[in-house]
């Protein structure tokens, strides 16, 4: 099955910074999609990105496809945004499009 | 569009006990799946329908649990005699099943075993 490999791990900020999160996939997929997890556990569609650059306020997002990685970017980070963040990409042809999730990045952002 | 609804949002029950969550999908969408997720971990697929049919079942899906989507709109998800194991969240989520289309999850249901 797909490999998704997301990176770092953990990340502190202080509120006001910027950062970029990297998910690396290791097959041609045709769904790509960021996910914010929250303190109480919801899933959060942040994008639906499989290829190209999207941007939605302080976050913007890029899958390069050709070469199997997507980057989220995060502006002026705030408090707000800490929690975990997941990467998930699917193949159509593969098992109803189910998705397969990285290991997340969490973040906290400290005031 | 009222988004995917899962109840109930918390479950503690004893080992040994059975337990089953209930899902309701974005109306329209005739894809529905589960997924599990532990503490620290992403979420892993369990299963899917297309509308009332189930299609595929993870290797994670053990002979305790079963799910069903009788009429292709909502559906339920039950544990046979609970394990320390099953302890996890899980979720929901639907999508139209055509190409092109992301998937939408619920709040989940987080199940602790006693």
């Known amino acids: 099955g797909i490999q998704v490999e997301q990176s770092p791990p953990d990340l502190i900020l202080q509120e006001g910074a910027n950062s970029t999160l990297r998910c690396n996939f290791s097959?041609?997929?045709?769904?790509l999609q960021w996910f914010h997890q929250n303190p109480w556990g919801q899933l959060i569609n942040l994008f639906y990105?499989?290829?190209g650059t999207k941007q939605n306020g302080r976050l913007s997002a890029t899958t390069v496809a050709t070469e199997r990685y997507s980057l989220l970017y995060i502006s002026s980070s705030q408090t707000t945004d800490s929690g975990v963040y997941f990467c998930?990409?699917?193949?159509?042809?593969?098992?109803?499009?189910?998705?397969?999730f990285g290991e997340g990045t969490q973040l906290t952002v400290n005031p | 569009d009222t988004g995917v609804s899962q109840d109930p949002r918390h479950k503690i029950t004893k080992r040994g006990q059975n337990v089953t969550f209930r899902c309701d999908p974005i109306?329209?969408?005739?894809?529905l799946y589960w997924y599990r997720q532990t503490l620290g971990q992403g979420p892993e697929f369990l299963t899917y329908?297309?509308?009332?049919?189930?299609?595929?079942k993870s290797r994670l899906l053990s002979d305790r649990f079963s799910a069903e989507r009788p009429k292709g709109s909502f559906s339920t998800l039950e544990i046979q005699r609970t394990e320390q194991g099953d302890s996890a969240m899980y979720l929901c989520?639907?999508?139209?099943?055509?190409?092109?289309?992301?998937?939408?999850f619920g709040d989940g249901t987080r199940l602790s075993i006693l």
């Open positions: 989520a639907s999508s139209p099943g055509t190409i092109g289309q992301p998937q939408h």
């Open positions: 097959d041609s997929v045709n769904n």
């Open positions: 990105i499989p290829s």
């Open positions: 998930a990409v699917s193949r159509w042809e593969t098992s109803g499009s189910r998705l397969t």
């Open positions: 109306s329209e969408h005739n894809r």
């Open positions: 329908f297309q509308n009332e049919a189930q299609l595929e």
